[in-house]
């Protein structure tokens, strides 16, 4: 049955104030991509990466030089990036309070972009909730060696496992080496119920197929298999956001996919930053709307 593509709305485009220095500065060496490439990307798909990368705490991969020079991991404020870029109190174990970052807006995303972002990397969980996940990620990490297909096929059996289970997933194209499964979830269950959960569903597939799969984070158990990275749905653990680009040669960019699309995708760097146009584009296709979104919660199992 075919079924009329009726076009969807496409999204109001964003504004910001926020002034970028630096435009000509090459951040891509090898793509000939620079801060201002990068900026016109972020405020390009500013419309359809907020519903992702707004009102969850952030980590940030600033690589202020550009990517092939010194880059670092960023997780709360230094107090530099001004008033466009949030601060969120979280409770560490230690008992004390860190200021966590979070965006709420398009300003947000240039802020951060400004100060050298490359990668925005989010939360499982919203600010407003901090302590129940509103979203699981199954990161599908493949042994050097392993291509693509596998990788695919091992994304395709987890969503078929977690349908089993009553659960609906999307895929992510990670833009490095592998795929994310996404699992939105109803934020009812706190992060230690959340956790286990994955961490029983990764370990029951590694012993059904341990020929392919491992949950064991050891680089050596992973010999010629996918690890199925659970440990990115604990507290305080973050996984890159839909549509952020990544700071790897291509300049490639995560990018939500539909599983009949993924069959026939080659590469986990599909989509670059080169490609704002045609990702906005796909947004507003009938197939992908509704990506990531779904009323569900944790099974009893
Ligand atoms: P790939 O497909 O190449 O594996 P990835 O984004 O999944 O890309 P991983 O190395 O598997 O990369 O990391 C998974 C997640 O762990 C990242 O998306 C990121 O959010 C988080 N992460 C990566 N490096 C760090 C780091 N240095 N500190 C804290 N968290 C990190
Ligand atoms: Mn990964
Ligand atoms: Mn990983």
Redesign the pocket.
């Known amino acids: 049955e075919v079924v009329a593509e009726k076009p969807v709305a496409a999204p109001e485009p964003a504004q910001s104030a926020i002034r970028i220095s630096s435009r000509e500065r090459v951040i891509f060496p090898g793509d000939d991509l620079t801060k201002g490439d990068l900026a016109d990307y972020y405020l390009a798909v500013a419309p359809i990466a907020l519903p992702w990368l707004a009102n969850r705490p952030i980590?940030l991969v600033r690589c202020p030089q550009g990517r092939a020079r010194a880059c670092f991991?960023q997780k709360h404020d230094a107090g530099s990036f001004g008033e466009q870029v949030h601060h969120v109190d979280v409770r560490e174990k230690d008992g004390s309070l860190e200021p966590y970052l979070y965006i709420d807006d398009a300003d947000g995303i240039m802020a951060c972009v400004q100060m050298g972002t490359i990668e925005f990397?989010g939360w499982g969980s919203l600010v407003a909730d901090i302590e129940k996940p509103d979203r699981l990620v199954f990161?599908l990490?493949p042994d050097e060696g392993l291509d693509f297909e596998a990788v695919k096929k091992a994304a395709a059996d987890l969503k078929d496992h977690l349908a089993d289970i009553g659960l609906t997933s999307w895929p992510l194209l990670?833009?490095?080496?592998?795929?994310?499964v996404v699992v939105p979830l109803a934020p009812r269950a706190e992060w230690p119920e959340a956790r286990s959960f994955c961490e029983r569903f990764a370990r029951a597939l590694s012993e059904a197929e341990p020929e392919r799969f491992t949950a064991n984070l050891k680089k050596a158990s992973r010999k010629g298999k996918i690890f199925i990275?659970y440990l990115?749905n604990q507290r305080g653990?973050?996984?890159?956001l839909p549509y952020v680009a990544?700071a790897r040669e291509g300049a490639p960019v995560?990018a939500p996919v539909t599983w009949t699309e993924l069959r026939d995708i080659d590469s986990?760097r599909h989509f670059t930053i080169r490609d704002a146009a045609a990702l906005l584009e796909r947004a507003t296709s009938r197939a992908l709307q509704g990506w990531g979104v779904a009323d569900q919660t944790l099974p009893d199992v």
């Open positions: 980590s991991f990397h990161d990490d990670s833009g490095g080496k592998g795929v994310h990275d990115r653990s973050t996984a890159v990544r995560a986990p």
